[in-house]
């Protein structure tokens, strides 16, 4: 399947901003309930707290579906077009400013407790009171959002990672009230020893009277203390990095000028981006961001457009030229016609694919959802069952019942939620500032196992700016008729003989009719009531042109000589794509002498090509190689492209070409430049390695970790500290993608 969620008829897609969500489980369970709604396919994504809900049902209106998140007792806001800083950037900065409050009263609070529960020499007559006095508001007020979201949930029958935190908060608490008050532990002059391993009651600390030989209860106000800080300062890191996680995407989003200087009638009026419209003028000077896409109607300069599609030297433009909104004006003032503005523009557009690729999932994430959503019940009852065997086996009370609250503390699956989404959040931000749009999470498995890539040649081996060379005329007096009928096709070859005939002063026919286009063949029209057909023809130049004949009413009358030029880093690019174990070819509608000529010149076996290749023998081609057991990535950048961009495992379209393929890829390289192509591939694989290391390490801490708390060898503080780390890593592994 290559789209996280498969288009409907009729499709409406809507994205909510979801607030309250504090682990994977509670995306998993939102995720469900939403995809139990007829013609619903939902998918919540924790990372960037987003559901992202495609429709056709009348029943999943936007208040319906808000109003079925909100009853799971979580919110969700529907975020708005065009309004700076969106919904959940504010929702998230709200957030991490509570979760700040509460860790610097945590943190406070719970140093001195564990200090004199740890020091004997801290612990003065009555510490034990003065601890429980700064333990309540930790337990009561900083813990709140774990125990809010325990209780919601269990409305609701359903567990999450704050369930295991509330509980093993609330039970170290109420163990500790108990002692105080109903044991000994509140005797004045008691002393407490720490230890890293839980204790037995028989290494309970003793009064000053110790030849009393009085043994005291034990009381867990440090664990129930240190955990909640820990976890608090593991979510406030969580959250501060995951922000940063998208920081590329947000300086995406505001490369976007505020501000146009609107030209009319010689005037220039600065107006708001909002207000122009489609058709006006606008006036970039030197220095400027151009305001949004739009053609050059007067002047030349340079565009950086580093910012978009990470080429580093400015590309020169003059009249004629398209520029796209968001890139930088180096020196000339222009003049631009405005073609497509606010969400139309190439930048909205790409902001809005990264968004759609980091709100998906990766097949591998739904192995860690399907066990996040699992592995709560499972540890509250390997707790119970840890909690009543120790019980039975030592009669040590105590010690069942740190043993306990360890499995609860060890097992929360913090680390395991956050494996895939935060390392994809980042991987796609950095792909975008690259100018690679990566279109869904399934595209970096589809990467893992690719080893051949088929090239189109024209456009994409090549440069694709085509030059008429030679004109052979059989018959004379039939050129104006020939540019007529290639002057309505867009194909590179039809622009090249156009131009090259205007050249050479060729006038223009009177009437044009029927005319057709057939891919991959020809063009053909009736031009002065005659029928006039151009082609490929079945010669070809062994140099490596392209020769194309014209024939009026089934009678050739001239051969046009076209060539292109191979772009200069194919070579290299072929020898990079080589060395990541991946075998080139080309697959071209061309003759075979310009074919095996760029063959040849990159570096590609002529045995690897495919030549004068229609449209639909490119989707056979792309079949047979995969029924061979190949994994196949197609790069391409034309119309007749498409169908094959689609079949194959990964669909690589260039930027330059056609919108068709733009839509058919699932890479998309901004530039054309095909040296990023390389680029894309090892970047999305780093990204998938980063994933596969994060689930590695989650996994192994909780496979390596519950038989210690089960076998009663970790203290619950040390368990919290290491579960708190153990979140810290995955995120710390996930960034180092954006070096």
């Known amino acids: 399947m290559k789209q996280d969620l498969k288009p409907l008829v009729g499709e409406d897609t809507v994205v909510l901003a979801v607030t309250g969500m504090t682990c994977a489980a509670c995306a998993a369970r939102i995720e469900k309930k939403l995809n139990k709604i007829d013609g619903v396919q939902a998918s919540v994504n924790y990372a960037t707290s987003k559901a992202t809900v495609v429709s056709h049902a009348a029943s999943a209106e936007v208040d319906s579906l808000i109003a079925t998140i909100e009853a799971l007792g979580y919110g ?54 003065v601890a429980l006095a700064l333990a309540l508001p930790v337990v009561l007020w900083g813990a709140a959002p774990f125990h809010r979201s325990a209780w919601r949930n269990a409305r609701h029958g359903a567990t999450t990672m704050d369930t295991l935190v509330s509980l093993g908060v609330i039970a170290a608490m109420s163990w500790s009230v108990w002692a105080l008050f109903f044991g000994n532990a509140g ?20 009064t000053h009277g110790e030849m009393s030989g009085m043994v005291h209860d034990e009381i867990y106000l440090e664990v129930a203390t240190t955990l909640v800080a820990f976890l608090l300062a593991g979510r406030y890191f969580e959250v501060r990095s995951r ?14 000028s505020k501000e146009a200087t609107l030209w009319r009638d010689g005037v220039e009026t600065s107006i708001p981006i909002g207000v122009l419209q489609v058709g006006e003028i606008f006036v970039v000077r030197p220095g400027e961001i151009i305001a949004t896409d739009g053609i050059v109607i007067e002047g030349q300069s340079a565009i950086d457009r580093s910012m978009i599609t990470g080429e580093s030297v400015p590309v020169e ?47 591998i994430q739904r192995l860690a959802d399907r066990v996040s959503a699992i592995f709560v019940p499972v540890v509250m009852s390997l707790s119970v069952i840890t909690l009543i065997s120790w019980l039975v086996v030592t009669g040590d009370t105590q010690r069942s019942f740190q043993a306990a609250v360890s499995v609860l503390v060890i097992a929360c699956p913090c680390a395991l939620g956050l494996a895939t989404p935060v390392a994809l959040l980042v991987g796609t931000s950095r792909a975008a500032r690259e100018g690679i749009i990566i279109k869904g999470a399934h595209v970096l498995e589809a990467t893992r196992n690719i080893d051949t890539i088929i090239f189109d040649k024209t456009g994409t081996l090549t440069t694709g700016l085509m030059t008429l060379q030679r004109i052979d005329e059989i018959e004379p007096n039939y050129l104006a008729a020939v540019k007529a009928v290639e002057a309505r096709s867009e194909h590179p070859i039809a622009r090249a003989i156009v131009r090259g005939l205007n050249e050479r002063g060729v006038g223009d026919a009177t009437t044009v009719e029927e005319f057709t286009n057939i891919p991959g063949v020809g063009v053909s029209a009736i031009v002065d009531g005659r029928r006039v057909e151009i082609s490929r023809s079945a010669n070809h130049d062994e140099s490596g042109f392209t020769v194309v004949e014209a024939a009026v009413d089934g009678r050739v009358v001239a051969h046009f000589t076209v060539s292109d030029h191979i772009k200069p880093t194919a070579s290299a690019i072929v020898a990079e794509l080589r060395a990541l174990g991946v075998r080139p070819m080309i697959v071209s509608g061309d003759s075979a002498g310009p074919v095996q000529h760029v063959a040849k010149s990159v570096g590609i076996d002529v045995r690897e090509t495919r030549f004068a290749v229609l449209p639909a023998d490119k989707l056979r081609i792309v079949h047979e190689l995969q029924a061979t057991g190949a994994s196949v990535a197609m790069v391409g950048d034309g119309v007749n492209d498409a169908a094959a961009l689609v079949a194959a495992d990964l669909g690589i379209a260039m930027g330059t070409g056609t919108d068709a393929a733009m839509q058919a890829g699932d890479l998309t390289i901004i530039s054309g430049d095909l040296t990023v192509v390389p680029k894309a591939l090892a970047l999305s694989r780093r990204t998938l390695r980063i994933i596969q290391a994060n689930l590695f390490w989650a996994f192994a801490y909780n496979v390596a970790a519950l038989p210690l708390a089960v076998a009663g060898l970790m203290n619950p503080v040390i368990a919290g500290l290491a579960m708190a780390l153990s979140s810290a890593f995955v995120v710390a592994n996930s960034l180092r993608l954006r070096r």
């Open 76 to 129: 969700a806001i529907a975020p708005k077009v065009d309004e700076g800083e969106s919904t959940t950037e504010i929702a998230t900065h709200v957030h991490l400013l509570d979760i700040r409050r509460r860790l610097i009263v945590s943190a406070v609070c719970a140093l001195p407790v564990m200090l004199m529960s740890m020091i004997t020499a801290l612990q003065f007559d009555g510490w034990q009171w």
């Open 187 to 206: 005797d004045i002059g008691m002393k407490m020893n720490m230890s890293l391993f839980p204790r037995s009651s028989s290494m309970a600390g003793m």
């Open 243 to 256: 922000r940063k996680a998208g920081a590329a995407l947000r300086s995406l989003l505001n490369l976007g």
């Open 317 to 363: 433009i003059s009249i004629g030229d398209v520029v796209t909104g968001g890139t930088l004006n180096t020196n000339g003032r222009l003049l631009v016609r405005a073609t497509r503005i606010g969400r139309d523009t190439v930048l909205s557009q790409m902001a809005r694919l990264v968004e759609k690729a980091q709100d998906g999932k990766a097949p």
